[in-house]
């Protein structure tokens, strides 16, 4: 699976878009972009999985660049229960033998009142 | 349609002592996925079980941990002779076949955390 890079913290006014930057410069053609999230000691949420389209969810809205190297999630109007660990994850759709998720190390993002 | 169970919440064990997390996955889901979150750290990929069958252990250590996932019944993530190393959060997925559009997005419980004196 594809290695991905995200920025360690985020902050975002309550009520404004959150845009959610991810660099994954060696995705394959056949590897999904995934995203969810980690709400303080919580389980993992999904929110949205795109192969090169844009694509839109009750949750967010996510923008893959035309190259597929990068990609951005946008949450519309953040509020404070939006405040978690937000993980990026490339991978096959399948996932051939395993369809495990590889987590990086995700990006805080803290909305703020 | 509930969701993801896992019990117990909270687990107290001393060291040397047995750990077993109990994982029920979603209704008509056949796909089972262990996750360990090291205090301050990410979530690491431990073991993907199907019904009777391990599919991927490749996360797993090497000793005191085994995963089963009976035709009946929970999945059971088992813990022998626990060490203080091995307290952390444990998170249960599961998803259902995948579909032919490949895409199986996996449901979280909401963890077992596992504390050793």
């Known amino acids: 699976d594809a290695k991905t890079t995200q920025p360690t913290s985020m902050d975002c006014a309550e009520g404004r878009a959150a845009n959610l930057p991810c660099n994954h410069s060696?995705?394959?053609?056949?590897?999904?972009v995934y995203w969810y999230r980690q709400i303080h000691s919580q389980g993992p949420q999904y929110i949205i999985h795109?192969?090169?389209n844009n694509e839109t969810n009750e949750m967010a809205s996510l923008i893959i660049t035309e190259d597929r190297k990068s990609s951005t999630l946008i949450l519309p109007h953040a509020t404070l229960r939006d405040t978690a660990v937000y993980y990026c994850?490339?991978?096959?759709?399948?996932?051939?033998?395993?369809?495990?998720?590889?987590f990086g190390t995700g990006t805080l993002l803290a909305v703020q009142p | 349609n509930a969701g993801v169970m896992q019990n117990p919440r909270h687990l107290v064990r001393r060291r040397g002592q047995e750990a077993r997390l109990r994982c029920s996955p979603m209704?008509?889901?056949?796909?089972v996925y262990w996750y360990r979150q090291l205090p301050e750290e990410g979530l690491k990929f431990m073991v993907y079980?199907?019904?009777?069958?391990?599919?991927?252990e490749s996360g797993m250590p090497k000793e005191r941990f085994s995963a089963e996932f009976p035709k009946e019944g929970p999945s059971i993530l088992r813990i022998q002779q626990v060490v203080r190393g091995d307290s952390a959060a444990y998170f249960c997925?599961?998803?259902?076949?995948?579909?032919?559009?490949?895409?199986?997005?996996?449901?979280f419980g909401p963890g077992t955390r596992l504390t050793v004196l």
């Open positions: 997925a599961s998803s259902p076949t995948v579909g032919l559009a490949g895409h199986n997005e996996q449901f």
């Open positions: 795109g192969l090169k």
């Open positions: 209704k008509g889901h056949s796909h």
């Open positions: 060696t995705i394959s053609g056949n590897e999904y």
């Open positions: 994850i490339v991978r096959v759709a399948r996932g051939g033998a395993t369809n495990k998720l590889i």
């Open positions: 079980l199907q019904k009777e069958n391990i599919i991927d």
